[in-house]
């Protein structure tokens, strides 16, 4: 094949579709996994925030400044033994933080679990329980007598060490979560 520009452009677009091709392939083939893996960690969430239950919601859906977050109401027989609640904060330090707040049936803080982030590893992945104990310092605590802020700005809550930016971001979607709660029990 002699080499002119009409062979390389011929060559070069076999090539581009050939890739394209294979990227929309790879692509479906890992779209629904990926969907469920999503879904596993947000029940696992729900699970792990919620105080004991026999019954949960389907998850009422909620707009909430542009996200569809969704709120679960977790039953004991007929009593109402909490609530989980979907929130988020796009003030991390990596971008965007997911949650997932765990509530008693009075309001009061159960336990927060976080879904997704993008933090600093080492610095503010630190959200994460795995990595350390920041995140039980709200647990049993109630959002109407618990300063949801970092003591630098007023509050109660202590800050992770070097990530200043990644604690204000956690206590941005706890303060959410409470609001989404508060205004759709």
């Given at each position: 094949m002699k080499s002119s520009l009409r062979n390389m452009v011929m060559v070069l677009l076999l090539i581009s579709l050939i890739a394209s091709s294979a990227v929309g392939i790879v692509y479906q083939l890992t779209e629904e996994p990926i969907e469920q893996a999503k879904a596993n960690k947000v029940n696992q969430a729900i699970a792990e925030v919620l105080p004991p239950f026999t019954d949960l919601s389907e998850g009422k859906e909620v707009d909430c400044e542009g996200e569809i977050v969704k709120v679960y109401t977790a039953k004991s027989g007929s009593e109402i033994s909490g609530y989980a609640v979907e929130t988020f904060s796009k003030n991390g330090f990596g971008g965007m933080i997911k949650l997932m707040v765990g509530y008693m049936s009075d309001g009061t803080i159960n336990k927060i679990a976080v879904v997704s982030h993008n933090e600093t590893p080492g610095l503010g992945d630190k959200i994460e329980k795995s990595k350390s104990d920041f995140a039980l310092q709200f647990e049993g605590k109630h959002p109407d007598t618990f300063r949801l802020a970092v003591k630098k700005?007023?509050?109660?809550?202590?800050?992770?060490?070097?990530?200043?930016?990644?604690?204000?971001?956690?206590?941005?979607?706890?303060?959410?979560?409470?609001?989404?709660?508060?205004?759709?029990?």
């Open positions: 700005d007023g509050g109660d809550v202590d800050a992770i060490t070097a990530s200043t930016i990644s604690s204000r971001a956690f206590i941005d979607a706890v303060k959410r979560a409470n609001q989404i709660l508060t205004e759709n029990k």
